[in-house]
């Protein structure tokens, strides 16, 4: 059988670290099954649905390395729903309701007064046809209720196992609005079905949406695909992520510098749904971070360079294989390349490191340099002034980067070069001014 996965975002807003993990998974899975990843824009709700979000949703999954391989509109395909409505309606299983949402209100509150639980009542099945006549000539608009069966669904979830959902405990759903409009859950039905998606892979707050869509799918006639419910995320400490955590987006994560996914494939070999953790995953943005700078330090010249360049930095391989071990955040290159190419804040040193780095420009070694000239010349420095150790080197990297931490020295003193050394020793060895 060959894999059909869906990814269906509602365009009512930017991508988010919650369901950008929700597309990561199955993107995985179609890669790992040699399937296919369906981006499916879920915009059936006019009024919430923005093209501007919907482009930026297309963007932000390419530029994370999550690019689908078909995307469809659900706002372009209406007349499939329609049709599917109307089969509905004549089997009898989709069924005009009136009542307004004060009415639906009194009655839950009604309901759970008598200690009974809030399920519709199904009083909209027993209007005589005169009645429905009366309604709709006071001017009601009806919306239409898919009548669910008896008894219990089932399905073998591949994250949590066996699921079991009474469907008693649950109104029939509403499925078309009265202005006509249809809410996600028939659209989402009829796609897959029409899709072919064999696997439907999403967060654990859609495993009560499950037990309808599987009766619904069955009502149509359909196999139901098979279902995966992922676990949220949730904060480090196992809370609910903060606001501004749960609404990071892709977008920040693309500004503040953050890399993308490199290489899905390797991930998806070892991929295995199974093996999801039933546990909430957590969110740290420390860990993020980390992970980030990681993957920095691996990139290799080839990939950093033209984006360095757009980011309006000219490194060369050399340079940037010194100074990416000591960024987080691949725009923090623009401290490294100022030290090597541009200019430096000149450090405020004691009188006395003042004096020692006048006596340091004074025994530079002379050029061509290369990667022993920094040991040469400390070597001297060290002779001369019996300085060692911290005393020896931090006067000279403050004088020469501006930073108390850095790459090594030696690398860095041949890029700096000999003229901007000489200047920046001068400079420091003055004092700030
Ligand atoms: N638009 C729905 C959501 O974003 C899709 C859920 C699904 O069927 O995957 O929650």
Known sequence: ??????????????????????????????????????????????????????????????????????????????TLYEQAAER????GLLYPCYETEQELALKRKAQLMAGRPPVYDRAALKLTEDAKRALEEAGRRPHWRFRLPEGSVTWEDAVRGPVEIDLSTLSDPVLIREDGSFLYTLPSVVDDMDMGVTHVIRGDDHVVNTAVQIALTRALEGKPPAFAHHALLRAKDGGPLSKRLGSLGVRDFGEKGLEAFTDMQTLAERFDLSKLSRAPARFDEEEMLALNADVLHQLPCEKALPRLERLGMALDCEEWEV????????????????????????PSLSEEDRTYVRQALELLPSAPWDANTWKTWTEALKAATGRRGKALFMPLRLALTGKAHGPEMS?????????RTRARLLA???GAT
């Open 428 to 430: 420091a060895g003055a």
């Open 1 to 78: 059988m060959s894999v059909t996965v869906r990814f269906a975002p509602s365009p009512t807003g930017h991508l988010h670290i919650g369901n950008v993990r929700t597309a990561v998974l199955n993107r995985l899975f179609a890669l790992k099954h040699g399937g296919r990843f369906i981006l499916r824009l879920d915009d059936t709700d006019k009024e919430r649905s923005r093209e501007e979000y919907a482009q930026a949703i297309i963007e932000d999954l390419e530029w994370l390395g999550l690019k689908p391989d078909a995307i469809f509109r659900q706002s372009e395909r209406l």
């Open 323 to 346: 100074v990416r071990a000591n960024i987080g955040l691949l725009k923090d290159t623009a401290d490294w390349e100022r030290v090597l190419h541009g200019n430096i804040e000149p």
């Open 411 to 419: 690398k860095l003193l041949p890029l700096i070069g000999p003229e």
């Open 88 to 91: 509905l309606k004549a089997a």
